[in-house]
């Protein structure tokens, strides 16, 4: 199974501040790397998909990078409705897999 | 727009079954690979199985393999998880996923709201 790491697992960030979160693959997937978010109580929401392109209606202050192995999801200028979780997952190969999550939190 | 809404959660004894369901609206269903995923309380998300368009190939977590069952009713726009011999690391609240294609792979792109099983005595 291919192993999916997020880093930071957690994060403190402020109104206005840019972000970014990495992930990193156990092995190359090419680009089938997608990004979501995830509120409290909530079901996960699709952010990214071929680790750049943005998904219908998601703001364009989020954007991805990367290829191969290792991966980034930016979020350009934080929101009070961006505190959240997020998670990225390969679908190059099954069984799918999701990175462990990092959580966005306000400082 | 799409919508999926997931119902048949509940309480249940180890050992016990339980069957899921997803009922799908908004979108021809016949058309797209659908998946279960979960998550625990508290953890991340964990993919469970997935079924092909047309139901002709399914695949599954070696954690449920041989105890759970994907399947659908593309007539009915649902799509099913028949759950064996549950246990108490089931436990979760379990999304179907609709699959939405990049041109070369698919993807989740829609997410029902979660139906929450607690397998305990």
């Known amino acids: 199974d291919i192993q999916m790491t997020q880093s930071p697992s957690s994060l403190s960030a402020s109104i206005g501040d840019r972000v970014t979160i990495t992930c990193r693959a156990s092995?190359?997937?090419?680009?089938?790397l997608a990004w979501f978010q995830q509120k409290p109580g909530k079901a996960p929401k699709s952010l990214i998909y071929a680790a750049s392109s943005l998904q219908s209606g998601v703001p364009s202050k989020f954007s991805g990078s990367g290829s191969g192995t290792d991966f980034t999801l930016t979020i350009s200028s934080l929101q009070p409705e961006d505190f959240a979780t997020y998670y990225c997952q390969q679908y190059n190969s099954y069984p799918w897999t999701f990175g462990q999550g990092t959580k966005v939190e306000i400082k | 727009q799409v919508q999926l809404v997931e119902s048949g959660g509940g309480v249940v004894q180890p050992g016990r079954s339980l069957r899921l369901s997803c009922a799908a609206y908004?979108?021809?269903?016949?058309?797209?690979?659908m998946h279960w995923v979960r998550q625990a309380p508290g953890k991340g998300l964990d993919w469970v199985a997935v079924?092909?368009?047309?139901?002709?190939?399914?695949y599954y977590a070696d954690s449920v393999k041989g105890r759970f069952s994907i399947s659908r009713d593309n007539s009915k726009n649902t799509v099913y998880l028949q759950m064996n011999s549950l246990r108490a690391e089931d436990t979760a609240v379990y999304y179907c996923a609709k699959e939405g294609y990049d041109g070369s792979g698919s993807y989740p792109d829609h997410w029902g709201q979660g139906t929450l099983v607690t397998v305990s005595s």
């Open positions: 908004g979108f021809t269903l016949s058309s797209y690979g």
């Open positions: 079924t092909s368009y047309d139901g002709s190939n399914k």
């Open positions: 092995q190359g997937i090419s680009n089938y």
